[in-house]
């Protein structure tokens, strides 16, 4: 029995062989594909903006296997919850995690070829490589986008700021405009450009789109170098609508330099800017060189230009006068390295209106405008020598055609007002003459309008419009005597032996004389000189040297002896009083006070013996 139950076991086991595979064969496949299909529709869920599926799903018998990386956690936590509510797995094996975070999240676009971009970096998780691609092309022109091939090796990660999409289609519109091998990044909102510019129009537009970022973003470092021209054009004019720039410059600190050079030289007209920038200055010559010299060239124009053409510099026009022709040849000859000269064609038309100023300030007389030629110049300085009172004389005129008759009468008669004025200006303006300025009290200004009318020329117009300093408040006799009394005491005025020269150190005592008389304008103020003390040496005087004598025909000088003995130098002895020196300088110093504008009548030299045995000068307060 025991052997048949064993036969019949053994029997069996085929049967259950069959059994099993039947079961694992047939039934587990179906079984797995059950699962799998609502499965696979969660993970087709997860596909967005073009991207592909995150999510991976496998059946393993009844349990499921998920895996992959969500673009953020809500995703995840969401394709989580959905997995675990699907029927029918006995498990769900949970292989799931987040796409890494990139801090900078940095993005790049490269111009890698006239037809090609590569976009290398990082690219937003949520959007995937067809979304994006298609969100840059949109960005492109019709034409372009057409022959441009876009390959995407970012990698996906979190942290991309927000604005990504503009900001990249921004970036590839900006590397459009730049030669093969440029690059445009961002790194968080910080956007950078670095190549050379594919024309000058394009590094035009560049430069506009830059002042206008994408919304949130900024525009960090721009290494972005114009493009080249040949040849390379600069020109300044000058018209009557004022100056214009036109061609190249190279950069924009040079514009910067050129516009600032412009507006000196305009004068206040306007300055119209219609360079643009590109390289290609010939090497060797230094642009602030060329701009210090070719603005030095445009101030001798009236109407035209100077122009830089490749490296020759040209001066075309009409002069400002005849003084300018001369210079722009001068010019033209010492042009600095590298430059050479050009055309030069300036013409001369005589100066209208003819203009011609003298002005009094606190420490210098100033000549501007035009004068016909030297002698006119060096007449009007011999005028001006006897105003002098430690004051310079700065010339600033030029030489012109076209002066009207008489300038340098009219002019040198002016400035005999002029002298009598604290400070002011002559003007001729053709056959005007114009006397402006300030006395030092109304006397003064009134003597000037009254004199005025009959110092022009012929045919010469003239016009005053002299005023008075503010006059110093008045005082009463008692404290005019009082104060006058502390300036005398004070004061210690003395001249060089032998002397009636006003030194400097007089001028501050006198000048504070002249404010005294405008606050007592009742008083009479006397000057006495002084004499020089008994037994001064005079400083010698040069002396002619005698010419040789002759000795008698036939005759030699005797050996030993000089021919001459009238050069030796004889003893110093002190010199004899002058008895008019005192005199002389206390009219030296009425002179002084009376150009500084005491009337007349008011400042006189004391009588001669108040002036003997005195050391100094002396200032006496007469009702």
């Not at 969500?70 to 997995?83: S, V």
């Not at 990660?157 to 405009?177: C, I, N, S, T, Y």
């Not at 210090?292 to 020759?312: I, Q, S, Y």
């Not at 055609?401 to 002019?411: F, I």
């Amino acid at each position: 029995m025991v052997a048949i139950r064993s036969i019949g076991w053994l029997a069996g086991l085929p049967l259950l062989a069959g059994a099993w595979f039947a079961a694992t064969g047939w039934a587990e496949p179906r079984l797995e594909a059950a699962l799998e299909a609502p499965a696979d529709a969660v993970a087709a869920a997860t596909a967005r903006d073009g991207a592909e599926p995150w999510l991976r799903v496998e059946a393993r018998g009844r349990d499921l296997v998920a895996s992959g990386e969500a673009p953020g956690r809500a995703a995840l936590d969401d394709a989580r919850t959905t997995l675990a509510a699907l029927p029918g797995p006995r498990r769900i094996v949970d292989r799931l995690g987040l796409v890494a975070e990139a801090a900078p999240f940095a993005w790049a676009v490269v111009h890698r070829a006239p037809d090609r971009l590569d976009l290398i970096g990082h690219r937003p998780a949520e959007l995937g490589r067809a979304a994006l691609a298609e969100a840059l092309s949109r960005s492109l022109p019709a034409g372009i986008a057409a022959g441009i091939v876009l390959r995407d090796t970012a990698r996906a990660a979190r942290g991309a700021p927000d604005g990504f999409p503009e900001a990249a289609r921004f970036l590839v519109a900006q590397v459009l405009q730049l030669k093969p091998g440029a690059t445009a990044a961002m790194s968080d909102r910080i956007l950078s450009l670095r190549g050379e510019a594919a024309s000058v129009e394009a590094y035009a537009a560049l430069r506009a789109d830059l002042a206008r970022p994408p919304a949130g973003f900024t525009v960090g470092e721009v290494a972005v170098e114009p493009a080249v021209v040949s040849p390379f054009v600069w020109s300044a004019s000058r018209g009557p609508e004022g100056l214009r720039l036109d061609g190249y410059t190279q950069s924009e600190a040079d514009r910067a330099a050129i516009l600032a050079a412009a507006r000196l030289v305009a004068d206040g007209a306007p300055v119209t800017d219609a360079m643009r920038t590109a390289r290609g200055l010939p090497a060797g010559i230094d642009p602030r060189a060329l701009v210090d010299r070719a603005f030095a060239a445009l101030a001798l124009v009236r109407e035209g230009d100077v122009a830089l053409e490749g490296a020759a510099l040209s001066i075309r026009g009409t002069a400002v006068d005849t003084q300018a022709v001369r210079e722009a040849e001068a010019l033209a000859a010492g042009l600095p390295a590298g430059l050479s000269r050009g055309t030069v064609a300036l013409t001369a038309s005589p100066v209208s209106p003819y203009l011609a100023t003298i002005r009094r300030g606190p420490d210098a007389f100033t000549i501007t405008g035009h004068l016909p030629d030297a002698e006119a110049r060096n007449a009007l300085r011999a005028a001006l020598r006897p105003y002098l009172y430690g004051e310079r004389v700065i010339d600033r005129s030029r030489l012109a055609d076209g002066a009207p008759p008489a300038l340098v009468e009219a002019l040198t008669a002016g400035i005999g007002a002029l002298g009598q004025l604290a400070e002011g200006e002559i003007t001729a303006r053709d056959e005007s003459l114009r006397i402006a300025g300030e006395g030092l009290y109304p006397e003064s200004a009134r003597r000037v309008a009254a004199e005025a009318a009959r110092i022009a020329p012929a045919g010469w117009r003239t016009e005053v419009a002299v005023g008075a300093r503010g006059a110093a408040p008045g005082s009463d006799p008692a404290a005019c005597r009082d104060t006058f009394a502390a300036l005398a005491g004070e004061s210690t005025l003395r001249f060089d032996p032998g002397s009636a020269d006003l030194k400097p150190a007089f001028y501050p005592v006198l000048d504070e004389v002249a404010g005294l008389a405008r606050a007592c304008p009742q008083a009479r103020i006397e000057v006495a000189g002084h004499d020089d003390p008994p037994g001064t040496v005079l400083p010698p005087a040069p002396r002619e040297v005698p010419a040789p004598r002759e000795t008698p025909k036939g005759k030699a000088a005797k050996p030993g002896k000089p021919v001459d003995k009238a050069a030796e130098k004889p003893a110093e002895k002190p010199a004899l009083p002058d008895p008019g020196l005192p005199q002389r300088r206390a009219a030296a110093i009425v002179d002084y006070l009376l150009k500084a504008g005491i009337p007349a009548g008011r400042i006189a030299p004391a009588p001669a013996e108040a002036s003997i045995d005195r050391r100094a000068v002396v200032f006496a307060l007469r009702s």
